[in-house]
């Protein structure tokens, strides 16, 4: 499957973005998606993940209550609603496609987009 994310940019601490990630080539609901970021130095880091009916969510403790993951099958697009954004929310946000209807673990991801940046100025 092929991964195209976009809505990253610059917002100001307490904003919000939505990111979108749109999915081709394979059958959307075979699939649990997630949401990863990797800040600059930093290695990559899990931050949400969906089954591939959108019934059971995982996020990462620093983002519960404030990111929100959801998908629309009839779109094959997956989405991360960013609200409360803080500046330590600042890396390339990926998402990614896992060969399970639903993990957490980066090693359960075998298709990646393209990244798209999130920039959160103090």
């Known amino acids: 499957v092929q991964l195209q994310a976009s809505g990253g940019g610059l917002v100001q601490a307490g904003g919000s973005l939505r990111l979108s990630c749109v999915a081709s080539?394979?059958?959307?609901?075979?699939?649990?998606m997630g949401w990863f970021r990797q800040a600059p130095g930093k290695e990559r880091e899990f931050v949400a993940a969906?089954?591939?009916?959108?019934?059971?969510?995982y996020y990462r403790d620093s983002v519960k209550g404030r990111f929100t993951i959801s998908r629309d099958n009839a779109k094959n697009t997956v989405y991360l609603q960013m609200n409360s954004l803080k500046p330590e929310d600042t890396a390339v946000y990926y998402c990614?496609?896992?060969?399970?209807?639903?993990?957490?673990?980066?090693?359960?991801?075998?298709?990646w987009g393209q990244g798209t940046l999130v920039t959160v100025s103090s």
């Open positions: 969906i089954s591939w009916s959108g019934g059971s969510t």
């Open positions: 990614a496609a896992a060969g399970a209807l639903i993990a957490t673990t980066e090693g359960d991801f075998g298709s």
């Open positions: 080539g394979r059958t959307f609901t075979r699939y649990g």
